[in-house]
């Protein structure tokens, strides 16, 4: 029989405090606020050991790297200085196209530019771009890339080529937001060549623009030139092409259009005034025709010649008929004086008459020489008329060849002022690009920054410590604290115990120095964290009988064996009355760590289970009675015979005798006797290797049996280890510990 000492101090129970859990799903897995601190916990190791590389990386980079400098010029694009040169442009010409601003970006990386550069500032004989020092790491790449084949040493042309993009790589220009100005940054070893290369670039960046526009403009000039020869020519042969067919077509051009037309619109005036004339005169004739059968001497016919001399012969007449009158009146018209004075009115009537047949005779002059004018005037028009229309297609392609003679003047006159335009362009050129912020020697490094790396290197370490640790814990299937345990099983976990196995065990025994633990190292964790699956246990009891105790595993060699052992001492060595019973008949591995020479036992009390007491071993330093399990060889029928009425008749017999009965039943997967005998078990304990066992051979044991589901008391995690165990449990402060004694 296993003998022991006594413990000599005591501790608290080992019980993980709950918190608040804000979970989520990661393939799977239940990822909780509480469990991602404590694999923080358990993987601060790793972490850290990441940060660290990590920044041992960035601090040997920061060593081996070549400071740069960078060294920034800004140009302008401004059309104000080209406005000076365009009459015509007004405010909306100021605007520059955005494509033409990222144009000028592309310009500025352009390979002519940039070779431009190499060859002026003879870079192909500098070390930096012409690869004759290129660091070790580089130098390497090179001579094994030359294994593989090479046409021998570079030409001059791919020097420069390897010059231009290098130049190319530290070249880096952009547009300052949405503004017109560029930025552009040059990176070298060197600052004064970092500022001499930028601002070489930017000169030759203004230098090229006006070489660019002068030689376009002059392009253009040349051509313009040459085109307004040949529209002159153009020009002046469709001029004399219009002459020559108006001579031979005696067409006559006038300041009013041609003589033809001018001539035939006088006509017609002519001949519409001659109408008129004639109208008139055959009125005024017709009148004084009409006045003949009339009497001369009544006054309408004087008003209507309105004639001086009809006027003065009808005064004299009118006195001398006054006379007539006053003498007829008085003398008598026998009377001579009345006679002479009637012959004398004859005779001014007579006057008057021929005076009117006078002006008749002039009137009918005047109808006859009108309507001779009239005739004549017809007669030409209608010569004029026949006239034109006879030259009218002649008139058709006159237009023409007008027409064609105007739009070749008028295109060289547009090439003519475009070639003055281009001219006085040529002369004055001036670029829309200017240069309003020269490079300087920057007088410290761009690259590698300092500070950043390091923080970039904590930051991307601790991302990668994190994330190795998470993948870690998440892609392991094991379970490590009592949060994983209740995910997995729904039930408390009742404590974690520390792996109390020597460093090397007795080859015979290699269980025997640890089956009394308890006994022992009575304030040890191990001890304390059994004391509190004790309560438990003695809290189940206060609401229903719980005397008959199993402690199982989903697996062999996961500690249950241990577990079941030192649970039985303790309890003996609080007082009670405890019985442990070697329940696994296969390994029958607590039968040789407590009792091997043992003669009798479980088997031998089930034949008769008043007579039990015959088979008990007890232990002398805890009080713990023990029954054995014997047998000859492993037992084909071990599940019937656990399982069996006479062990519920022997269990029921020992039920009256002890306060606590402790079962090591066989593991829960490979045999099938902890299922058989759970009917007869009034609690489970369920023992868990800490680290090894995984979640899905305990989902798999779980799930096979609801009679163990239903009589689960709870499960403790066993063999964790020590050092993780104070990693994962610092947030509870450096005290925490002081109340465990491990040693004797």
């Known amino acids: 029989m296993t003998t022991s000492r006594f413990p000599e101090m005591f501790q608290p129970r080992d019980q993980f405090p709950q918190r608040p859990r804000y979970a989520i799903e990661v393939g799977g897995t239940t990822l909780s606020a509480e469990r991602a601190l404590d694999i923080v916990r358990r993987q601060w190791p790793l972490i850290v050991a990441i940060v660290a590389g990590t920044l041992a990386l960035v601090l040997v980079y920061l060593i081996v790297a070549t400071p740069m400098y960078t060294a920034n010029a800004r140009i302008l694009m401004d059309t104000r200085q080209t406005q000076v040169l365009d009459k015509d442009s007004g405010t909306a010409n ?12 592309e310009i500025l990386q352009s390979d002519d530019l940039l070779l431009s550069i190499v060859r002026r500032l003879k870079l192909t004989e500098d070390s930096e771009f012409n690869g004759s020092d290129p660091g070790l790491i580089p130098l390497v790449i090179g001579k094994v890339i030359a294994m593989f084949g090479s046409d021998g ?26 503004t017109y100005v560029l930025s552009m940054n040059f990176r070298s070893i060197d600052p004064n060549k970092a500022a001499q290369i930028a601002n070489a670039i930017a000169d030759a960046y203004i230098v090229g623009a006006l070489e660019a526009k002068y030689q376009s403009t002059k392009r253009a000039g040349e051509w313009l030139q040459q085109r307004s020869a040949e529209l002159r020519e153009q020009a002046t042969a469709s001029d004399r092409a219009v002459q020559t067919f108006k001579a031979q077509n005696n067409i006559v051009g006038t300041s009013r259009g041609l003589m033809s037309e001018q001539q035939l619109a006088d006509v017609n005036s002519q001949l519409i005034a001659a109408h008129a004339a ?49 003498w007829s009146t008085r003398y008598g018209k026998t009377h001579q004086a009345a006679v002479n004075l009637s012959n004398r009115m004859d005779e001014l009537r007579k006057a008057i008459a021929d005076e009117v047949r006078r002006i008749a005779d002039a009137y009918r002059s005047e109808y006859e020489i009108a309507k001779s004018r009239e005739t004549a005037l017809e007669d030409n028009l209608k010569n004029l008329v026949s006239q034109a229309g006879s030259t009218s297609q002649a008139q058709v392609k006159l237009r023409d060849l007008e027409s064609a003679a105007d739009t070749y003047r008028n295109l060289y006159n547009n090439f003519l ?22 490079a300087v020697k920057p007088d410290k490094k761009s ?138 008949l296969h390994t029958r591995s607590l039968t040789r760590a407590l009792a091997p020479h043992s003669k009798t036992g479980l088997v031998e009390a089930l034949k008769d289970p008043h007579s039990f007491g015959y088979h008990i071993q007890r232990s002398k330093e805890s009080g713990l009675d023990f029954l054995p399990s014997v047998v000859a060889s492993r037992m084909v029928n071990s599940a019937d015979v656990i399982a ?18 402790v079962i090591d039943l066989a593991p829960v997967m490979p045999v099938a006797d902890a299922k058989a005998v759970s009917h007869l078990v009034d609690a489970m304990v369920y023992v868990i290797e800490w680290g090894r066992t995984s979640r899905n051979a305990l989902q798999e044991s779980m799930a096979s049996s609801e009679g163990i589901q239903k009589k689960l008391l709870g499960a403790v995690l066993n063999r964790a280890n020590p050092k993780m165990l104070k990693r994962i449990e610092a947030y509870k402060g450096s005290h925490y510990n002081s109340y465990y004694v491990e040693g004797a």
Do not use: W
Not at 281 to 291: C, S, T, V
Not at 311 to 321: E, G, I, P
Not at 507 to 532: C, G, K, M, Q, W
Not at 644 to 661: G, N, T
């Open 94 to 105: 100021a605007l520059i196209d955005p494509g033409f601003v990222d144009s000028q970006v």
């Open 153 to 178: 040493p570079p030409s001059k042309e791919r020097v420069e080529r390897g010059a231009v993009e290098l130049l190319q790589k530290n070249l880096k220009v952009e547009r300052v937001l949405t």
């Open 278 to 326: 004639t109208a008139e005169a055959k009125a005024r004739l017709d009148r004084i025709e009409a006045l003949l059968d009339k009497d001369l001497v009544q006054p309408t016919v004087t008003d209507a010649l309105n004639n001086t001399v009809i006027t003065r012969l009808r005064a004299q007449y009118l006195d001398l008929a006054a006379q007539y009158a006053d």
């Open 417 to 438: 002022e475009k070639l003055q335009n281009a001219t006085q362009n040529q002369s004055f050129p001036i670029s829309e690009a200017r240069i309003i912020s020269t």
């Open 447 to 584: 690259s590698p920054k300092t500070l950043l790396a390091l923080a970039g290197g904590l930051l991307g370490g601790l991302c990668f410590g994190f994330g190795a640790a998470f993948t870690k814990e998440l892609m392991s299937d094991v379970l490590r604290s009592p949060n994983d345990v209740e995910d997995q099983l729904g039930v408390k976990c009742l404590g974690v115990l520390p792996d109390i196995r020597p460093a090397r065990a007795s080859a015979d025994h290699p269980e025997a120095n640890i089956s009394s633990y308890v006994v022992e190292h009575p304030f040890s964790r191990f001890a304390e964290t059994l004391r509190n699956i004790k309560v438990s246990i003695d809290v189940a009891r206060l609401s229903r009988e719980v005397k008959v105790i199993g402690i199982l595993s989903s697996l062999p060699k996961e500690g249950k064996t241990t577990v079941a052992a030192n649970f039985g001492h303790l309890t003996a060595l609080t007082g009670h009355r405890t019985l442990l019973i070697d329940g696994d």
């Open 644 to 661: 069996s009425k006479s062990m519920a008749d022997l269990l029921a017999v020992v039920r009256e005798e002890y306060e606590y009965i």
